[in-house]
Structure formats: structure tokens, C-alpha cells
């Protein structure tokens, strides 16, 4: 695996612009107007308020990250041999980057609350609907740790599994990141101009440069001895 020049700068100042751009103020009438689009919506639509409750439940996220993991298990699970290991220590590296990102979306100079917080005005499913604990709001919103799961999932997805599972994968996740944004919680640019150019750096860094090679061949050898102990090899 050699230096993808190209792409390592291009991906680096993608992430770049979409920070810089959210900086400027340049997503700040969007932002408002995706927040408004479904505030208004929990009281108008019924049902809506019932449904983006449940769906940001503490509980709903476990089952979702549990999801995605059964989903590399099972990409594993149909190679065979080396590739099997590998793709498990690719598993332990997307962990390693997802806490990474995490603690650089916290390192940001960055304090800015939820639109529910920001809008006295605003509704909140909490309290439209009370008996389900959901979350609606968060003092510290930029960047989502929620979003960042998402993207770095959905960008090793695109790196490293076939490109059939693609079409069912993107869709996916992008409706499961959506919750937050539904309840307020989150402004749409907290995942957009947030969490994603954090995983754009990520991507610039592992698959642009020889170091998830280097990474996936140092752990590969433990990996193999682990699977064939547990006899999954």
C-alpha cells in the first residue's frame, strides 16, 4: 500500500471546508430551518411525537451498534483463513478511531447547545410525551459522538466491504443518524460540518497512507491465534 497523495489532501481539505464553512456562519439558515422543519412536526403529525421519542431512546442506540457489529461479524464470518483475522482486527480499529475522533470532537474550541435549548419556544418530546425517556437536548452539541459512530462506520463500510452491501448500508445509516436531528438534540450541521470531517480525516489518514495496512499486518498474527483458540478459524 503506497501514499495516495491525491486523495489523502483532497479528503483532508473536504473536512476542512465543511468546518470552516459552519465557522463562517454559512449553514446557520439551514440548520434553523431542518430544526423548525420537525419541531413543528411533533405537534401537527400524529403519532410523529410517539415515534421520535422511541427512536432516541439510550436503549435503541446499543441495539443499533450492536447491529452494525453482528454486520462485520457476519462479513467475517463468510471469509475464511487470513481474511477473517483481518477483517476482525479491522473491527478493533474502527473502535480505535471512533475514540479518537471522539476525544478530538471534545479537544474542539467549541461550546454550542441543542436548538431546544437555544429556542425557548421549542417543543420537547420529553415533555410531549413523558413516559419514554428520550433524549432531546444537549448542552454541548458540536460535534455529535452519535454522528461520528455513524460516519466512521459508513467510511470503513465504503473502504473495506463489498460494494454491494453499499446500497442497503447508506440508507441505512443515514436514517438511523436522523433521530437526533428529529428530536433536537443535535443541528443537522453537528453531523454534517461536525462529525463527518472528523471521519474525513480518519479516512485521509488510514486508507489514503499505508497505516491501516501496517496496523491490519502488526495485529493480524494475535488475531488468528485468538480465532483458532476460540475454534472460528
Known amino acids: 500500500m503506497r ?18 464553512s459552519w465557522w ?14 420537525f419541531n413543528e412536526r411533533l405537534v401537527t ?12 431512546q439510550r436503549w435503541i442506540d446499543g441495539a443499533v451498534a ?5 454486520f462485520v461479524f457476519r462479513h467475517a464470518w463468510l471469509a475464511s483463513g487470513r481474511e477473517r483475522a483481518r477483517i476482525c482486527c479491522l473491527l478493533l480499529i474502527m473502535a480505535a478511531s471512533f475514540s479518537l475522533q471522539t476525544a478530538a470532537g471534545k479537544a474542539l474550541p467549541v461550546e454550542r447547545p441543542s436548538p431546544t435549548l437555544v429556542f425557548e419556544q421549542a ?8 413516559d419514554i425517556r428520550a433524549k ?14 455513524f460516519a466512521t462506520f459508513l467510511l470503513f463500510a465504503i473502504y473495506r466491504f463489498p460494494r454491494r452491501y453499499l446500497y ?3 440508507p441505512l445509516v443515514l436514517a438511523l443518524a436522523m433521530p437526533r436531528v428529529m428530536s433536537g438534540a443535535h443541528w443537522f450541521t453537528d453531523f454534517i460540518c ?3 470531517p472528523l471521519a474525513l480525516v480518519t479516512a485521509a489518514w488510514l486508507f489514503h497512507t499505508p497505516l491501516a495496512h501496517w496496523l491490519t499486518e502488526a495485529l493480524v498474527a494475535p488475531a488468528e491465534k485468538l480465532l483458532r483458540r476460540w475454534h472460528l478459524q
Open 66 to 70: 450492536l447491529l452494525m457489529a453482528l
Open 45 to 56: 403529525v400524529p403519532g410523529f411525537a410517539e415515534l421520535v421519542a422511541f427512536v432516541n
Open 194 to 196: 461536525g462529525s463527518l
Open 24 to 37: 463562517q456562519g454559512y449553514w446557520l439558515e439551514l440548520d434553523e430551518g431542518v430544526f423548525w422543519w
Open 136 to 149: 432531546d437536548a444537549s448542552g454541548s452539541s458540536f460535534p455529535s459522538d452519535h454522528g461520528i459512530g
Open 168 to 170: 442497503a448500508l447508506v
Open 123 to 130: 417543543e420537547r418530546v420529553s415533555r410531549l410525551v413523558p
Open 3 to 20: 501514499w495516495d497523495l491525491k486523495g489523502w489532501v483532497g479528503l483532508q481539505l473536504l473536512a476542512a471546508a465543511l468546518l470552516l
